[in-house]
């Protein structure tokens, strides 16, 4: 019996050993599971925050460009009407050009044949200048009848912009004699005026009206020659842009 117990004893401690080894193994590879799992939850959880800052910084990137267009577009635009497609800001120099520009070649063409309206363009303004024997007898502020076709194809000009329009009346330093006024800024003042009522009266807003009678004060030339005092005698019609 001796025997018999000392051979199985030996089997059964071989035995035990090799289960405990087994055992040991698996619980190894079962952690190791776990440990790769979880490697693998924190990889992911790791690549979504990066996903979702990326989604962050590309939102606060669009948001800037955005921003930024709006701004270009608030600073190129303005509220008031079209212009050849372009919005028409009252502070955009870059328009006010074009402006510009577009009238005064408008004029030029309506005006072509009328030799007696000189057009002028000057820095931000347009001289129409008509002399006085174009519109007014001598002495006379009374507009003549034949001169108003040539006024007309000028106010329908006028129409197609908001510009302001100031209507100046100038003359010679040679006393008034005769007639209705007493002196040259009585004359040229109501030339001025009666201009600007003709405009009021074919369709010109008011508003964009002024009239100034300056007398001989803004010659052109010489007061002390006939033709030179004859250049004197004008009314300036000038569009302001």
């Known amino acids: 019996m001796n025997n018999l117990y000392d051979k199985y004893k030996n089997f059964y401690k071989k035995t035990t050993q090799k289960d405990n080894k087994n055992h040991l193994n698996r619980w190894v590879v079962s952690y190791a599971d776990f440990v790769t799992v979880l490697l693998a939850i924190f990889m992911v959880l790791w690549i979504g925050s990066n996903f979702e800052i990326s989604d962050k910084v590309l939102a606060h990137a669009q948001k800037q460009v955005q921003q930024e267009q ?26 006010k050009v074009i402006e510009f520009e577009k009238t005064l070649n408008e004029l030029n063409i309506a005006l072509k044949d009328k030799k007696d309206m000189q057009i002028i363009p000057q820095d931000a303004k347009i001289t129409i ?8 007898d001598e002495g006379s502020a009374i507009i003549k009848a034949d001169s108003k076709k040539a006024l007309d194809i000028l106010i329908a000009e006028l129409k197609k912009n908001d510009k302001q329009i100031r209507v100046e009346g100038h003359s010679d330093n040679l006393p008034v004699k005769g007639g209705k006024y007493s002196s040259n800024w009585e004359l040229s003042s109501a030339r001025a005026v009666n201009i600007l009522s003709y405009m009021m009266s074919n369709g010109i807003d008011k508003k964009r009206l002024s009239a100034a009678g300056y007398a001989d004060n803004m010659p052109l030339a010489t007061n002390d020659t006939q033709e030179g005092r004859a250049k004197n005698r004008r009314v300036d019609i000038i569009i302001i842009n």
């Open 129 to 136: 200048r008509l002399g006085e024997g174009v519109l007014f």
């Open 70 to 95: 709006q701004e270009q577009k608030q600073s190129s635009c303005g509220p008031n009407h079209l212009i050849d497609g372009v919005k028409n800001p009252s502070d955009s120099d870059e328009i």
